[in-house]
């Protein structure tokens, strides 16, 4: 389609931290609260209060910074934004500018020759929410100053995207990292991971970079894409014509599918950025980033090669058990319990996954824990149940809470394995059926699943089915 | 019972043995200012009420034996700290209505520690100024003169305590606002090393710069106020957890041996006469009392005030962002919507200084004039602190005029913002450098005090003021009183 040009998007995202208390004061960051009860005269802007920095939002940045390979600045500095709007208390928002705590990371993505393709980050940065403006009403537009002061880590992104499609798969590895740290709830409706993407075109061969749009603040991945091959188009079709791209800011519309200008080159902020007298530079020593790096836990990559180094499982099944850290951590859990790892994987990806989700349950509040699955997975493995029991067994704990045992025990599920008693039942069932014994003598060997499963019924499904078998081989050559 | 020439320890005494009540001193107070301030506009408001009912429980702690070491003294503080419940405008129409809901940290450990509220003092709007005439409270007159200035912008601050309003006061000092109005007024100020007092609920003009300290009649009462303020303040980042030295203990170690730095840059031509002599006179004094006195050089002075006021006024129009009408203060209702809410507010709240500041700052923080203002003057600064500490290598302090000129008259020099800017020539160094100076009486021009800059290195305010008493128990410039019936 668009052959000529090449797309370079670069990327801005807005990770909120998951701190108990604001950045600057000790209010709480609890979402959804009464309009402006969780406020202070910090958070407020009130004449005369001043900030004090949170070590926790330090302490996460460190920890995303290392999470994407960056370099931690043993100095860095809070800056001041200086901009009005009744969302901001003081009329400047404290961020860092010439000084960010870390710089010059980068993320390996997979690119669609099914490659890896690394995506520069050039820096990572704190700062403070605004607020937000409730608007409507007759009394016009009201602000609520909740969200005011809450930490922001701000990620940007090198401008090394070609496609929507690596834009997309950048965004979902940045996400899978801060929720996987433990710094952001990933909550995306919520804002909690909010996203500026900055997109242009360059003829194909051209070194220097085209004009460029800014899509502001979209929020789930599907708009994302949408946004950005929407700009895409739109640029295309304005080269095409000999027009030029204006560098202005541009806010996407999910549900027509458009983006419009909101503001120029010419009515950008000047925000005069200057550091914050009112707190001192953040020094951060070798020792802390060393403590914060050995916390660090494990990284889904990481995580997803081992597994099928260590446990030799399938890399479609490594992959989705370390994709979200409480599966991952649900799985080891259960493979200490239960050390077959395909076995634990199997179960994970069908009866776990399919039970959380269709009844909307996070793995965190998964009913059966890792000791009550393993509990039941035992019980297979030693033949007091089918493994197609064990999927009514497993309905019975997430229902009760119950043990495995305690639920085979009350339901009279444990599966016979007394030979006299399962050789009774086929002996009534061959009397009953002895024209079709006769031709399994004979050599009709698909009629063994009909007698398997006479026994199974009369049983109820307690026989065990592998006896039935060796039982029905000896009645054919006595 | 005549309180005029004691001091607050003094007082405490008396108050002790039940030689007189907090009540009785409070009630001294507020019939001075009643007395006096229609003249002086020294108050901006006045606490009757409650003053007069927080003396009634601070004798009821004095007769329980339960007093603090400031209960029943009766103090003001400039209008530019919260106090939680009594207005605090600090000079500006766009605040004229605002109550604040805290207490400023240094306010609160004066009231913590028994000290009486008698009102909030007249000051220049967001403390921009040098004369007081910057308020939207009017200006205030000096008492030793009421056609004259009494400095700026703590005026209110220091006016009070010429005029016997009260015993000691808590000003800010940016770049002079302490030791300026001190010296105008024949009192004692003092500005501590920036760090050392916290600025938390301080309303701010230059936060780099901003400085909180005591003003008092006597080196005494300002070195016992400065042990009640100062110390660390988890509240201000910028507060400095170091230990507060006991500043009465070794006040009266006098200053034998000590070495006294005259900073050559400080006594140029131009000086007024009798601001030379009186200094000169006072270092004769320090030289009879057993100190060496020698010549310094702190080569980067001519370029301070430009320093400062680009440093100052960049700051600042970021600190009075918040004045958007928004929130709190003063709204002017507009057509135009939001912005033209914003500009009228801002248009009508502000008084023409601090436009004219605003205005200077947000300029010399511009894209593409950064470099060349904000961050050439940040270089200079540093120059300006190296000229100090390496001053400090030679001598235990310096000595220096306080301002150039005795308070000069209202309205002299409200026409000329830049000669207005000059008379912080000798104070503002001292801000940029972010150490320690305090003013004290050395003399009289006529009618009216000449102030003596003692200016100390980081932290050791202990020095400067041991320095101070060693004077003051040698002359009588302090025990002046301004002729105002």
Redesign the interface.
């Known amino acids: 389609m668009h052959s000529r040009y090449e797309v370079v998007i670069g990327l801005e995202v807005h990770v909120q931290l998951t701190t108990k208390t604001k950045i600057f004061c000790g209010c709480s960051t609890a979402f959804g609260q009464q309009p402006n009860s969780q406020t202070c005269?910090v958070c407020?802007?009130?004449?005369?209060?001043?900030?004090?920095?949170n070590q926790q939002v330090v302490e996460y940045a460190i920890r995303a910074g290392l999470a994407t390979n960056c370099q931690i600045a043993p100095r860095s500095i809070f800056a001041?934004k200086?901009y009005?709007y009744?969302d901001l208390?003081?009329?400047?928002q404290i961020s860092q500018f010439e000084l960010p705590i870390t710089e010059h990371g980068w993320l390996d993505i997979d690119d669609a020759a099914g490659g890896k393709k690394r995506i520069g980050i050039t820096r990572i940065h704190m700062e403070e929410d605004a607020g937000k403006l409730l608007h409507g009403g007759k009394s016009g537009s009201r602000?609520d100053l909740n969200r005011a002061c809450t930490p922001l880590l701000e990620v940007v992104s090198e401008p090394d995207m070609r496609s929507a499609d690596e834009a997309i798969e950048y965004l979902k590895q940045l996400h899978q990292i801060v929720v996987y740290l433990g710094i952001c709830d990933g909550n995306l409706e919520e804002g909690s991971f909010r996203c500026d993407a900055n997109v242009s075109l360059r003829p194909k061969g051209q070194v220097e970079l085209g004009t460029r749009a800014e899509l502001k603040n979209i929020n789930s991945f599907r708009f994302i894409k949408q946004a950005i091959e929407y700009e895409v188009e739109r640029q295309a079709e304005l080269l095409d014509e000999g027009g030029k791209v204006v560098q202005e800011t541009r806010l996407f519309d999910a549900d027509t599918g458009v983006s419009r200008s909101m503001r120029g080159k010419e009515e950008a902020h000047?925000y005069?950025?200057?550091p914050d007298?009112?707190?001192?530079p953040l020094v951060v020593d070798e020792a802390w980033v060393e403590r914060v790096r050995a916390e660090l836990p494990e990284m889904p990559l990481v995580k997803r090669q081992r597994y099928v180094e260590q446990f030799e499982l399938p890399d479609y099944d490594a992959g989705v058990l370390s994709a979200e850290r409480g599966v991952a951590e649900y799985f080891e859990a259960l493979v200490s319990l239960h050390p077959q790892p395909k076995v634990c994987s199997n179960w994970m990806m069908g009866e776990v996954m399919r039970a959380l989700n269709d009844k909307e349950v996070a793995i965190a509040d998964c009913p059966v824990s890792p000791e009550l699955l393993a509990g039941l997975l035992g019980r297979i493995d030693d033949n007091t149940i089918s493994n197609k029991m064990a999927k009514t067994v497993f309905e019975e704990i997430w229902q009760t809470g119950k043990t495995a045992d305690q639920v085979i025990d009350e339901k009279g599920l444990k599966q016979v394995t007394d030979t006299g008693a399962i050789e009774a039942i086929l002996d009534e069932i061959i009397a009953a059926n002895q024209g079709q014994f006769e031709e399994l003598k004979a050599g009709k060997d698909k009629l063994t699943g009909f007698f398997v499963g006479q026994v199974m019924k009369l049983s109820k499904g307690k026989a065990n089915p592998g006896m039935v078998n060796q039982l029905i081989q000896k009645k054919l050559t006595e | 019972m005549s309180f005029s020439q004691m001091s607050i320890r003094q007082l405490q005494q008396a108050l002790r043995e039940g030689k007189t009540s907090a009540v009785e001193l409070t009630r001294a107070c507020l019939a001075r200012i009643a007395a006096t301030d229609g003249r002086v506009n020294a108050f901006v408001t006045v606490c009757d009420e409650t003053a007069l009912a927080a003396a009634a429980e601070a004798d009821r702690q004095l007769a329980a034996g339960q007093a603090g070491p400031l209960t029943g003294i009766p103090i003001a503080v400039k209008d530019i700290f919260n106090t939680a419940g009594v207005r605090t405008s600090c000079g500006s129409r766009i605040l004229e209505n605002y109550i604040a809901p805290y207490d400023a940290t240094a306010f609160a450990k004066l009231r913590e520690q028994g000290a009486i509220l008698l009102g909030k003092l007249n000051m220049d709007e967001f403390a921009m100024g040098s004369s007081n005439e910057n308020s939207a409270n009017g200006p205030v007159a000096n008492p030793w003169d009421l056609e004259r200035v009494p400095g700026g912008s703590s005026g209110g601050s220091a006016a009070a305590l010429a005029a016997g309003q009260t015993f000691a006061t808590l000003g800010t000092d940016t770049g002079g606002s302490i030791r300026q109005p001190a010296s105008f007024c024949g009192v004692v100020g003092l500005k501590p090393t920036y760090g050392r007092v916290s600025r938390y609920g301080v309303i701010a003009y230059a936060s780099s710069l901003d400085q909180v300290g005591p003003l008092a009649h006597f080196v005494e009462d300002a070195a016992l106020m400065l042990g009640a303020i100062a110390g660390y303040d988890p509240a201000d980042s910028t507060s400095v957890d170091c230990p507060v030295p006991d500043y009465l203990a070794g006040l009266d170690a006098g200053v034998k041996g000590m070495k006294i730095g005259l900073p050559r840059e400080y006594f140029i031509e131009g000086l007024d006469p009798a601001i030379k002599q009186a200094v000169e006179a006072a270092i004769e004094v320090y030289r009879g009392l057993g100190a060496e006195i020698v010549e310094v050089s702190l080569p980067h002075t001519d370029y301070a005030v430009a320093c400062y006021y680009l440093i100052a006024m960049a700051e600042a129009s970021s600190n009075l962002a918040r004045y958007d009408g928004v929130r709190y203060g003063v709204r002017q209702q507009a057509e135009g919507g939001l912005t033209g809410m914003y500009e009228q507010t801002r248009a009508a709240g502000f008084g023409d200084e601090v436009k004219r500041r605003i205005m200077l700052g947000t300029y010399a923080l511009s894209s593409g004039y950064y470099d060349a203002y904000y961050l050439k003057a940040q270089k200079v600064r540093t120059l300006i602190r190296e000229d100090f500490l390496k001053a400090f290598k030679e001598v235990d302090l310096l000595l220096t005029p306080v301002a150039p000129t005795a308070a000069f008259k209202l309205g002299e020099k409200t026409d000329d913002p830049l000669q207005m800017y000059l008379s912080d020539i000798f104070t503002i160094p001292v801000n940029l450098a972010g150490t320690c100076a305090l003013s004290l009486p050395c003399g009289m021009d006529g009618q009216l005090p000449i102030g003596l800059q003692l200016i100390g290195q980081p932290f050791d305010e202990v020095r400067i003021l041991q320095a101070a008493k060693a004077y003051e128990a040698e002359t009588d410039w302090h025990k002046q009183r301004a002729p105002l019936d």
């Open positions: 005269p407020l802007g009130l004449p005369g209060a001043l900030p004090v920095l001041r200086n009005f009744p208390p003081k009329g400047y602000v000047d005069r950025y200057f007298p009112d707190l001192v």
